[in-house]
């Protein structure tokens, strides 16, 4: 019983590379989202989508791209990764109208140095 | 954009205390949830409130769905150890299908 699946937990990137996050559930979920963990700023989304092929932006989407070609898997990409961008980021999933039902991954650790 | 404005930022207290915990927004929520986040972990559901004025229990903790649609408190009663974590409270807001508002947490450890 997976439920999601976020690979790598840990990461450390240098100022300028890019690199992919990824999110997969199992549990054929339409809603996918990601999040960023900041201390002292709760989670903050930065991309959801509602099903595949569709994906919108949250609060705070700049320097993050994302698509959605299956149901299963929402990767979060870094384009170029900057020092802001060092946090914990997770994935979420739920039917679509019911976010009460959400369920996080264990996060992905990102470091930018 | 809304925003949530969770109160106390942390506690300290003994285990066997009771804890109240709450969350405040400046606009309407059509369901208020509360999650607790182990460390190195993500965060795992509690309860979720779908009415005003609801109170629902889960074990030990009791939420509450405020009147005004615009606040929502979470209560532990007779604190243990493990209850130990960072708990959120979330809103989903009017025609917002699956995104979520969070506050910025509220850190709870307990002293045996």
Redesign the interface.
């Known amino acids: 019983n997976a439920g ?1 699946t976020q690979t790598p937990k840990f990461q450390v990137l240098k100022t300028g590379q890019s690199m992919t996050l990824q999110c997969a559930q199992d549990m054929n979920h339409e ?1 996918m ?1 990601w ?1 960023r963990q900041d201390p ?6 930065i991309h ?1 989508s ?1 099903g595949a092929g569709i994906t919108d932006q ?2 705070v989407p700049n320097g993050y791209n994302v698509s959605r070609s299956t149901t299963e898997d929402f990767p979060l990409r870094l384009l170029s990764a900057a020092p802001s961008q060092t946090s914990v980021y ?1 994935c ?1 999933s ?9 369920f ?4 992905t650790r990102l470091t930018v140095v | ?1 809304q925003q ?1 404005n ?1 109160s106390p ?1 942390s506690m300290f207290i003994q285990e066997g205390e009771d804890v109240s915990m709450n969350c405040t927004s400046s606009s309407i929520f059509n ?1 208020w ?1 509360w999650y607790k986040q182990d460390p ?6 509690l309860i ?1 409130l ?1 009415k005003a004025g609801e109170l629902t229990s889960n074990g030990r903790l009791t939420a509450q769905f405020g009147i005004t649609r615009k606040d929502s408190f979470l209560n532990i009663s007779a604190s243990i150890p493990s209850d130990v974590g960072i708990y ?1 409270c ?1 809103g ?1 807001g009017v025609g ?10 509220t850190k709870l450890s307990v002293k045996p």
Do not use: C, H
């Not at chain 1, 002292?40 to 989304?45: K, S």
């Not at chain 1, 739920?94 to 959400?102: L, S």
């Open positions: 999601v809603y989202s999040y002292g700023m709760g989670l903050r989304l959801y509602v949250g609060e997770f979420a739920n039917p679509w109208d019911r976010a009460t039902e959400a996080f991954g264990q996060g | 954009g949530l969770q930022q369901t949830l190195g972990e993500g965060p795992v559901l979720a779908y959120f979330a989903q917002s299908q699956g995104n979520l508002i969070f506050g910025k947490g």
